[in-house]
């Protein structure tokens, strides 16, 4: 059973829906045609969160409303979906709250064993009486489905990511799309790793981030570096002495990947980016780490190998993959370890605001 507070000001309150499966949640200022076709998404018997996401951001990505929405599992499983933006909050019975500020887009999670949701505008809730909702819309800035919270008890604050290092092998990280995050229950412990092997403990945070572009097709033909191929494991690899798109001693225009803050990453050699990248796996490569607060770059997320005058870029199987955005036609999103070669002025995305493009960077000298 679904319950809401009724709004002091109705015609300044948000939109509640209740349905089948889902819970939503919408900030005031939603025109009613994009009510009615998130209500019919919600409806439809082989709807996904996905489904629900695609309404909300057929308006564009940087005009998207406040929301939260909540998928209940019709599998078996006792995980609810959530997707939370801006100033909306969802949060659980058992005091976990997932906040959607400071998101780019929104976070997305799943919640294991919610035995009670509120979804709300604002991190306080409404308070007073509860009406019964069955299905249906109706202005609200309050949402709740599930066992009543207890009279008088605040939900926690947010739980963030621990640092680095803090949690054990075997520790379920967050698994959302951007920002704050929540941390499941531990799962049974991993196997041991073999001696030498690096872990990353904190798991990246899932981004369905193929409603911003189409995916890189396995039928797209790409001519690789002979290095680079699966069967050329006797082709000598680059090493730090390799310089690429000259020859040794001369001095041509050279490229680069420009990243944020003005940082400069000259193309001399293979370069391996990602949030904490281990030199050890990529030997002969220029190892860049890149910020990823929010944990939505993998560890290791990106190779880039020049070849001539065009960048040869693979995904080194990471969570999120990249957007690579070429200076014309449409964007691709690169991952399960695909490739593609792009030309120079490609914007290369790999999420978390981090963004890196080919360029040209003055004259290389040979090191």
Do not use: C
């Not at 066992?147 to 075997?170: H, K, L, Q």
């Amino acid at each position: 059973m679904f319950r809401y507070p009724t709004p002091t000001l109705a015609a300044e309150a948000g939109y509640a829906i209740a349905g089948d499966r889902f819970a939503i949640l919408l900030g005031s200022g939603v025109g009613e045609g994009v009510i009615a076709r998130l209500w019919n998404a919600a409806a439809a018997e082989t709807a996904v969160l996905e489904d629900v996401l695609s309404v909300l951001v057929a308006g564009g990505i940087h005009d998207l409303p406040d929301f939260a929405v909540a998928e209940f599992p019709d599998d078996g499983s006792d995980a609810v979906r959530v997707a939370v933006r801006g100033r909306a909050v969802v949060e659980t019975s058992d005091r976990t709250r997932v906040s959607g500020a400071d998101a780019r887009t929104w976070i997305e999670t799943a919640l294991a064993g919610a035995v009670g949701i509120r979804l709300a505008l604002g991190a306080e809730p409404a308070g007073g009486d509860l009406l019964p909702l069955g299905l249906g819309v109706t202005r609200a800035d309050e949402l709740s489905w599930g066992r009543p919270f207890p009279a008088g008890r605040e939900p926690s604050a947010d739980v963030t990511p621990a640092a680095e290092g803090d949690a054990p092998p075997g520790t379920a990280a967050p698994v959302t799309v951007a920002i704050p995050t929540v941390t499941p229950p531990v799962s049974p412990p991993a196997p041991a790793p073999v001696r030498g092997e690096e872990i990353d403990v904190l798991q990246t945070i899932s981004v369905d981030r193929s409603l911003f572009a189409r995916p890189f097709g396995d039928d797209e033909e790409l001519e690789l570096p002979d290095f680079l191929r699966e069967d050329a494991a006797a082709t000598e690899a680059p090493d730090d002495r390799t310089l690429y798109a000259s020859r040794r001693g001369s001095a041509p225009t050279g490229y680069a990947l420009r990243l944020p803050g003005g940082r400069t990453v000259p193309l001399d050699r293979p370069v391996v980016l990602g949030r904490s990248p281990r030199p050890a796996r990529h030997p002969g490569a220029r190892i860049e780490p890149v910020p990823s607060p929010r944990k939505e770059i993998s560890g290791t997320h990106l190779e880039a190998v020049l070849d001539g005058d065009t960048l040869v870029v693979r995904d080194l199987d990471s969570t999120n993959g990249t957007i690579v955005r070429p200076p014309t036609g449409a964007a691709a999103l690169l991952r399960g370890g695909a490739a593609s070669r792009v030309p120079l002025g490609t914007e290369l995305d790999l999420g978390d605001g981090v963004t890196a493009v080919f360029d040209t960077a003055g004259p290389l000298t040979a090191g």
